[in-house]
Every structure is written in structure tokens, then in C-alpha cells.
């Protein structure tokens, strides 16, 4: 291991927020009535440089009641969609003017490569303006005809009221504003609860809000683990949950909501399939590789850490894919040329590592890394490769959530097929081959809720989402601002 893993390469400026007291509640900065805290600590060096409070039922209380009182009496409701528009284009420019600071307190929290959270305010913003640009959607009349004629019912698309928007700690802004955006839009309110790690990033967030001149009670942000989460998801003014996270959260989640019957939105877990087609162009695989199958350090939900190879080329592909990991340097997440950073908690760290062992145990061939690293501080583990990776085998079959690749191998195209859809997730895919119109006959294919070919990216015009253990519902698009719509059907006589 290179020195940089060892000591920062890179100095950390300290925060403009590090120990902090209080929540957003009712258009004020508030203090917390809690006397739990959760630290905040750096994982590329194990400081603790900061914390939240964590959450108490007081502090739930006052934030969904906050919520509630301007859903039913405050103005953000009864305003035209294209004027909550143009108030998302003007935090669209605020979360932008404040994106160098964005980066760096993400980075601090999580260990995301400053190359990766640098784009986070502008894909924020992006979204942002996306969001807005469906307003007409909202306006537009929607009127259908009774079959029999003699009558017609007119659609209406109300907000489905207070909501609960609950973040992970890998993408921590852009998993909250693809949230946030489609509720503001369709008149919704929120109470915003990043992960416990990443709880200094979304004031930002706020801050855009409130310069924005958003309405006190709109956006709420309450900080907290578990118990706070739960309480929020439970509380009675509650009227939707969004949950960004992990499949077995996501299931209580999914229990609770069930129980309430109160709808919710799940994007979870995934072991998603890369299928290399036996014409693949492994220079150009190459290229996307990173990106696609070990994004922000292998800390990503959709990413492909399953590589089908065909026999015929599996060595092959072992090699390429070896040196392209190899090669890309792992270091301080602050120096602009790190591709790999450390894991965003010690509790992943584990994660990983538990991981690692069972694949040696189990019989699979680390090609590079394979261990963690070597270092006095923070949670670093190698970039790493496995091959003859067998179906069976742990490492092919539960989501790592770090920069661990499992290379499979297939003996024609109905069994790589197979393998991709023998998991329970189905969240995301790639398909990498010469021949476009083959790949996308093979992306049909798989039971999965994206599908991307020679390269994977989110669209902010097309649904995402999972399918099984990956979740429930979707984002982006039309039809993720449905999610915060309640529908109602006004039947009226035409003669």
C-alpha cells in the first residue's frame, strides 16, 4: 500500500458545522431536545470531527406537526404547480452555489472521492430542474369519457400530504432531492432524515430551501438512527414514506407502512449482472468499468459486481478487468486522483471484510487484492477481484457494497441469462457487446428494473427502480412524481 493510505495526502479544512444542536422545524434552525448524539467521523483517518443529535420523540413530534399544520393551512398546497416550479429552479440555484462546501463536508463524512461528490450539487440542481419542468403534467386537465357516454370524470392529481424522506449515506444529496423535488413539486410537504453519518450534508439542502423563500413548515430536517426513522415512519401525520437503503430496513419499512396501510417508496439492495456477449470490445468494456460496476468505491446499490463472462474469453476478460482495477489508484478521498476511497463506516468495513474471507474460504481466486489494505488508519480495503467465482459462493449471491468484482463464467446465452436473474434483488444490469440491437434483445431479457448497454447511468426522464428484494416503487420520471400524488376521480354529467 502506497504511503497516501497511511496519512492524508490531502490537508482537511474544518467544516463550517461540526458539533451541532439542532434540527430545521417550522422555517427556524431549532434545538434539539435530545440528549443521545452520533458522532461523525472521517473514514479515510478514524477522527471523529463532529455530531448530530439523535432525534427524540419531542423532535419527531415538532417536525411532522410542523409538516402537517402547512399541508392543511399553509400556502405551499394551494399554489400552482408552475408556481412551486419556479421555486424549485430557485433552490436549484442556491444548492449549486453552495456545492464547492457540499463536497468537501460529504467527502469528511462519508470518504466519497472528492471527484465523485463534486458533482453532487449539480446533479442536485439537475434534478431540481428536471422536476420542475413537469408542472404541466400536474395542470393539464385530465378528463375521460364514461364508455356508455352521458358523463365524464375529471382526474384530479392531489398531493398525498406530509412526508417522510429517508436517505442512505453513499449518495446522501442527490438520494434526498430525488425525493424532495417530486414532493415539493406536487404540493407534498417533508421531513427530511439522512443517514446518521451524513447528517451534515443535507443543511445545505435546507439552507437552498430556505433562500429559496420556501414556506416555514414545508421542509423539515430531523437528525437521528433507527428509533428516530421508525418513530417518523410511524407517526400518525405521516402520510407517505421515501426510503433510500438497505433490504432488510426497507422490509420493516415495508411491515410498518403495511400495517398503517400508508404508501411508500423502496429503493434497496442490488447484485446486479454485467453479461459480456462473446463479440464484447473489451478496450471500450474497460473504459466503463469503474463507473459501472464499482462506482464511489463499490458503494453503490445499482452497480454490476457480478461479470458473466463466456468461457471462450473468460480468461481474457479475467485480465482485463484485473489490470483496469488494479490500476485505478485508492488514497485519500480529498486528492483529486483517487478512484478508490475508504468505506464510509468501520461497521461496512467489517461488512466487507467478512466478505473477502468467505470467498477465500469458499474457494474463489483473488486476481488483485482480496485482503484489506495495509494501513495505520481508516477503513481502506483493496480494490479486488475474484475469479472462478462459482453461483453458489457468497460473494455471488449478497449485495458487498465495496470495491469486491466476482467474475462468473457461462457456456452459452440462455445460461448467462440464467445466472443474471438467479438473485433475489433486480435492481440494475449492463450488457457489454459489439452488436447493439443483440445486447438489447439480451437487457429484455433480464428481470430487472434497469438495464443499460456498454455503459449503466440513471435518466432523469425514465423510472427507476427495483424489482423483488431491490424495492418498491420508483423514482425519477412521470411516474416518479406520481409517488407523491393522491388521485381522485370527480364523475359529472355532460347533458
Known sequence: MSAVHARPAVARSEPRWTHVDDHYVDGAWTRSTATARLPLVDP??????????????????????????????????????????????????????????????????????????????????GILRHVAGLASWLETEDVRPFPAGGAETVVRKDPVGPCVLIAPWNFPINLMVVKLAPALLAGCTVVMKPAPGTSLSIRFVVEACEAAGLPPGVVNLVTGGGDTGDRLVRHPRTAKVAFTGSTPVGRRIAAACGDLLRPVTLELGGKSSAIVLPDADLGQMSSALIRTCLRNTGQTCYISTRILAPSARYEEVVDMVTRTVAAAPQGDPFDEGTVFGPMASKAQYDVVRGHLESAHAEGARATTGGRPAETDQGWFIEPTVFADVTPDMRIAREEVFGPVLSILRYDGLDEAVALANDTSFGLGGVVFSADRAAAQAVAERMDTGSVGVNFFGSNHNAPFGGRHDSGLGVEYGIEGLSQYVAFKSIHRRTG
Open 44 to 125: 479515510a483517518t478514524g477522527r471523529t470531527w463532529g455530531s448530530v443529535p439523535d432525534g427524540s420523540a419531542d423532535d419527531v413530534d415538532a417536525a411532522l406537526d410542523a409538516a402537517d399544520r402547512a399541508f392543511r393551512t399553509g400556502p405551499w398546497p394551494r399554489t400552482t404547480p408552475s408556481q412551486r416550479a419556479a421555486l424549485l429552479l430557485r433552490i436549484a440555484d442556491e444548492v449549486e452555489a453552495r456545492a464547492a462546501e457540499t463536497a468537501s463536508v460529504n467527502t469528511l463524512e462519508n470518504g466519497s472521492p472528492i471527484s465523485e461528490t463534486r458533482g453532487a450539487a449539480a446533479n442536485a440542481a
